[in-house]
């Protein structure tokens, strides 16, 4: 797991693996700006002009110590300061003094000094850094605008300039960058939907803060890694049987919307279920067992909905919720079987809306349970937020209230533990923004759950594998033209990819 540090953690490290290593912190920004220079040289190439615009703190010394290492790389670099240079950090003084004579910066004192800027430039952006806590105006602004607005991309050192690393914006000017290079670690604002446009693609380079420490703190934020995945997923015995695999129980379907009973089925099957019992309304007995064969079919008494589940097999685990619908029919259902059966659910879709409808049934939820809405769904159950920060303090607050695992779906879907830990995903692509696609994924998490993972480990290893999957499927069909089928159709494959690294 990547740990997500705040601005003050960060500056935490740094002061420690200065003192520590030791290491002079001039020389800890040589590291950090080779890092930067080394990820730089694989997007841009040497026809490029580049053009840096560094601040006078730390920042700005990051900038200024990019572009010495651009130049002896051959990189024709232009260097534009703006701000007060009587009141600059010491690092940015050391590294101004160390600039190449062929690298005399222009300082901005005025918008006039402004440089002219065309596509044939790259543009660094190194004007302010992590610890801003204010928002930019006045000429630093109109700088930030002029950037904006020219026909070249921008690439971020550690953040945009501008931008928060850990609260929302408010207003100010903010860099719109191509790419962001941030020093060793994720910020929290790269997974959060609405400040996508100041972040754009991501890079995280290791500049050597020492990680002992780092694992010393308290960190409420993490990036998973398939390296994490590939430790949760379970190798199987030669001696396993269909038994051993585990039984589950889907509860899922209406008349009209039996399509996602059938997408969850066979995503559940195709994640290693060893016995799967659909329940469904009498209406869609004969579409499941035509669907998914491989699947035993328990139908409900009433025609159009569910209104009835027997306990009787004593199933595994039981994911609910896929194309399910609101009835008084299915809410008396639903309400009975979070009373009888006691362990963990796995509940989507209308299940969490009849939750959002009937909120006393909040406190029958057995602990540990795990909810997989996507936000429309979500803010359902906790009401609006101001912003996307606000957002995750709600998921965190729902989880631990109730002790249960949620999934907020999107792009770095949010995976909250009972704790109150938050683990984004890194796997996914747009192409899986299609109907049926969080059925898929009820059916693949409901399986691991089945198959004896712990619920916090069958979401985070689920939620990573179709992801997985929807990228392996983008590579043949493309984002467009996917579908939720070509998720289910690459899931063995997505499997295969993480076994195959454990038998080596």
Not at 71 to 96: A, E, P, R, T
Not at 357 to 367: G, Y
Not at 403 to 426: H, M, R
């Amino acid at each position: 797991m990547v740990p997500i540090l705040t601005a003050e953690q960060v500056r935490s490290a740094d002061k420690h693996t200065i003192e520590n290593e030791p290491i002079l912190s001039i020389d800890l920004m040589e590291r950090a700006s080779q890092a930067f220079v080394n990820r730089f040289v694989e997007l841009v190439s040497k026809n490029r002009r580049v053009k840096i615009f560094c601040g006078t703190g730390n920042n700005g010394g990051d900038g200024l110590a990019v572009a010495r290492l651009l130049s002896g790389k051959g990189f024709s670099v232009h260097v534009y300061v703006i701000g007060n240079l009587n009141q600059c950090s010491l690092d940015f003084s050391k590294n101004l003094e160390r600039l190449n004579s062929s690298d005399r910066f222009i300082h901005i004192e005025d918008e006039k000094d402004f440089p002219l800027i065309d596509d044939r430039d790259v543009l660094i952006d190194a004007i302010f850094g992590s610890g801003l806590s204010r928002p930019v105006r006045g000429l630093h602004g109109f700088l930030i605008q002029h950037l904006n607005h020219a026909a070249a991309k921008i690439i971020s050192v550690d953040i945009a300039s501008g931008l928060f690393s850990n609260t929302a914006n408010e207003d100010g000017d903010i860099i719109h960058p191509w790419a962001t290079i941030a020093f060793q670690t994720p910020k929290l604002v790269f997974f959060q939907p609405k400040l996508a446009p100041y972040v754009g693609s991501w890079f995280v380079e290791d500049i050597g803060l020492d990680q002992t420490f780092i694992a010393s703190m308290e960190v409420k934020f993490y990036l998973t890694e398939a390296s994490d995945a590939r430790k949760i997923l379970k190798s199987r015995g030669r001696f396993t049987h269909k038994g051993d695999a585990g039984r589950l129980l889907l509860v899922s379907g209406s008349k009209g919307k039996m399509g996602a009973a059938v997408l969850a089925g066979r995503a559940a099957m195709r994640s290693g279920t060893g016995l799967l019992t659909a329940h469904v309304p009498a209406c869609g007995a004969d579409i499941m067992t035509i669907s998914v064969p491989e699947a035993m079919t328990s139908i409900d008494q009433n025609e159009a909905t569910i209104s009835h589940v027997d306990l009787s097999f004593q199933p595994d685990a039981i994911g609910m919720g896929p194309g399910l619908g609101t009835s008084p029919s299915a809410v008396d259902m639903m309400k009975k079987l979070l009373r009888d059966w006691g362990n963990p659910f796995i509940l989507d879709a209308d299940a969490i809306n009849i939750l959002a409808e009937h909120r006393e049934l909040l406190d029958l939820i057995p602990a540990q349970s795990i909810l997989t809405p996507h936000p429309g769904e979500f803010k359902r159950l906790v009401g609006e937020w101001k912003d996307d920060y606000e957002k995750l303090s709600l998921l965190q607050s729902f989880c631990q209230r109730h002790q249960v695992n949620v999934v907020l779906k999107g792009a770095f879907s949010a995976i909250c533990d009972s704790s109150g830990t938050v683990y984004f995903n890194p796997t996914g692509n747009a192409g899986m923004a299609t109907a049926g696609s969080g059925d898929v994924l009820t059916g693949v998490v409901s399986s691991l759950l089945a198959q004896g993972y712990e619920p916090a480990d069958a979401l985070k290893l689920g939620v990573f594998v179709h992801g997985l999957a929807g990228d392996l499927a983008k590579k043949k069909v493309g984002e467009h033209g996917m579908i939720a089928s070509d998720i289910i159709d690459h899931l063995p494959i997505a499997f295969l990819q993480l076994e195959d690294y454990k038998l080596l």
